[in-house]
Nanobody
Framework: QVQLVESGGGLVQAGGSLRLSCAVS????????MGWFRQAPGKEREFVAG????????YYADSVKGRFTISRDNAKNTVYLQMNSLKPEDTAIYYC?????????????????WGQGTQVTISS
């Protein structure tokens, strides 16, 4: 059974930074593609960033490109999302997701495993 646990969310001022972590338990982490998604109140869940199994391929939503960085440490079974220059519109619950596919995927339906989410709130 694969379990994902996010951490690192919180309340920061606009322009600040946060680093989210997603710890994955269960076998096979190094074979999984990983993704970060977010959902703001009243909005649908949206793709934020994705990374392939090795970390050699990453993909970002246009809204976060240049500000957010996804990375992974396969030795620690953990994926990270470094978020810089945060804006109030980044406020959302952030979820990590995992799947055994090869390339980063932007569609939520392609991910089999999900964490419970961590709240990120950016004040203006």
């Amino acid at each position: 059974q694969v379990q994902l646990v996010e951490s690192g969310g919180g309340l920061v001022q606009a322009g600040g930074s946060l680093r989210l972590s997603c710890a994955v338990s269960g076998r096979g982490f190094s074979n999984y593609r990983m993704g970060w998604f977010r959902q703001a109140p009243g909005k649908e869940r949206e793709f934020v960033a994705g990374i392939n199994w090795s970390g050699g391929s990453t993909y970002y939503a246009d809204s976060v490109k240049g500000r957010f960085t996804i990375s992974r440490d396969n030795a620690k079974n953990t994926v990270y999302l470094q978020m810089n220059s945060l804006k109030p519109e980044d406020t959302a619950i952030y979820y990590c997701a995992a799947d055994s596919g090869l390339r980063p995927a932007v569609e939520a339906k392609k991910y089999d495993y999900w964490g419970q989410g961590t709240q990120v709130t950016i004040s203006s």
